[in-house]
T-cell receptor, first 116, second 118 residues
Framework: AQSVTQLDSHVSVSEGTPVLLRCNYS??????LFWYVQHPNKGLQLLLK??????LVKGINGFEAEFKKSETSFHLTKPSAHMSDAAEYFC??????????????FGQGTTLQVKP | SAVISQKPSRDICQRGTSLTIQCQVD?????MFWYRQQPGQSLTLIAT?????????ESGFVIDKFPISRPNLTFSTLTVSNMSPEDSSIYLC???????????????FGPGTRLTVL
């Protein structure tokens, strides 16, 4: 069965420094992988997605993620954090080509704190 | 991308009562999903709702507690029945991006309904 593990429940960075949010996945089939962001009292927004095309995926707001099959990882990065990046981030896996097609499995989330 | 609205945005309810949450999409979609996000937790899928068929529930969720309707391709409701304080959560609906093709399973989420049960 597919699963997602976000390795850090809380990450704190200073404004202007790089961001790294770590995610490992487990999937029996070729997965689709996503990063969603949830700002306080707001809905979920898709940051980026990997769908078996380029392994380096660029998303909105300067975020990107690299799919590494050998490491079963899909870490989210940003070169320079902004105060507005403070939010909850979810790594998500979906299997297609299996009976679970259409289901998203969410990681436990990583809270990103950005200090001035 | 699809635009999704939910009603109500929040509610405070008494235990033992029921609340029906509405989800409206601005375009026709095949699959709609309902999720629960308990306080400080991640999202858990409750059920998948396809138009014209019974909803498919995930392990731990049953139709008697969370009945779902899907009368057409743009609308769905989720009812939380016989509520207890443990049902206090954010309930979100989502739709799959049909334009991208089902193989990618990308979903767009509504703003959520914040439910507090006293």
């Amino acid at each position: 069965a597919q699963s997602v593990t976000q390795l850090d429940s809380h990450v704190s960075v200073s404004e202007g420094t790089p961001v790294l949010l770590r995610c490992n996945y487990s999937s029996s089939y070729s997965p689709s992988l996503f990063w969603y962001v949830q700002h306080p009292n707001k809905g979920l927004q898709l940051l980026l997605k990997y769908t078996s095309a380029a392994t380096l995926v660029k998303g909105i707001n300067g975020f990107e993620a690299e799919f590494k099959k050998s490491e079963t990882s899909f870490h989210l990065t940003k070169p320079s954090a902004h105060m507005s990046d403070a939010a909850e981030y979810f790594c998500v896996v979906s299997d297609h080509g299996s009976s679970n097609t259409g289901k998203l499995i969410f990681g436990q989330g990583t809270t990103l704190q950005v200090k001035p | 991308s699809a635009v999704i609205s939910q009603k109500p945005s929040r509610d405070i309810c008494q235990r033992g009562t029921s609340l029906t949450i509405q989800c409206q999409v601005d375009s026709q979609v095949t699959m709609m999903f309902w999720y629960r996000q308990q306080p400080g937790q991640s999202l858990t899928l409750i059920a998948t709702a396809n138009q014209g068929s019974e909803a498919t529930y995930e392990s731990g969720f049953v139709i008697d507690k969370f009945p779902i309707s899907r009368p057409n391709l743009t609308f769905s409701t989720l009812t939380v029945s016989n509520m207890s304080p443990e049902d206090s959560s954010i309930y979100l609906c989502s739709v799959e991006d049909d334009l991208a093709g089902r193989s990618y399973n990308e979903q767009f989420f509504g703003p959520g309904t914040r439910l507090t049960v006293l």
